[in-house]
T-cell receptor, first 111, second 116 residues
């Protein structure tokens, strides 16, 4: 059974810092890896989707990488802003509904 | 596209009452998921539909929970009778699996249920 771990559970950084969020998974036989952000009281917003054949995806200040062999994905946020404060979740996909979420990293960017 | 649409956004009810949550997936998406999110347990998959057919309902907590998808654009999750421990945020999500199983998953804004 796939297990997805996100460490740390919470992270606080000053505004302007570059930061990396981590996601590790136990079964490397995944089809894709998706990153979401969740604001308090809101739904999950998709940020980036990396297919298993890809190594990374970029959107604006966000860059997500995938290393299946080591069972790791990272989400890099450049020049962090207070508006980046949210909980970030990763999702490993191994089929139509074989989807496993991490428990998330709560990010606080301090002005 | 309007995205995944859920209603109601908030529901407060008393123990024993019936609760019906509704979801409209993104047009063209053929896979639909119901999730429940609590602080203690995080996100839990309740049921998965593909082409309107329930494929996996092993996450449905007990017989008080039922879900239907009468057509490609509508699904309901019903709790009858409701109990305080059902209080949670219920999310609906959809993706397009018509040509690949690796599609992007999109979530609705959720229905926050409080059972008194």
């Amino acid at each position: 059974k796939q297990e997805v771990t996100q460490i740390p559970a919470a992270l606080s950084v000053p505004e302007g810092e570059n930061l990396v969020l981590n996601c590790s998974f136990t079964d490397s036989a995944i089809y894709n890896l998706q990153w979401f952000r969740q604001d308090p009281g809101k739904g999950l917003t998709s940020l980036l989707l990396i297919q298993s054949s890809q190594r990374e995806q970029t959107s604006g200040r966000l860059n997500a990488s995938l290393d299946k062999s080591s069972g790791r994905s990272t989400l890099y946020i450049a020049a962090s802003q207070p508006g980046d404060s949210a909980t970030y979740l990763c999702l490993s996909g191994a089929g139509s509904y074989q989807l496993t979420f991490g428990k998330g990293t709560k990010l606080s960017v301090i002005p | 596209d309007a995205g995944v649409i859920q209603s109601p956004r908030h529901e407060v009810t008393e123990m024993g009452q019936e609760v019906t949550l509704r979801c409209k997936p993104i047009s063209g998406h053929n896979s639909l998921f119901w999730y429940r999110q609590t602080m203690m347990r995080g996100l839990e998959l309740l049921i998965y539909f593909n082409n309107n057919v329930p494929i996996d309902d092993s996450g449905m907590p007990e017989d008080r929970f039922s879900a239907k998808m009468p057509n490609a654009s509508f699904s309901t999750l019903k709790i009858q009778p409701s109990e305080p421990r059902d209080s949670a945020v219920y999310f609906c999500a959809s993706k397009d699996d018509r040509f690949s199983t690796t599609g992007e998953l999109f979530f609705g804004e959720g229905s926050r249920l409080t059972v008194l």
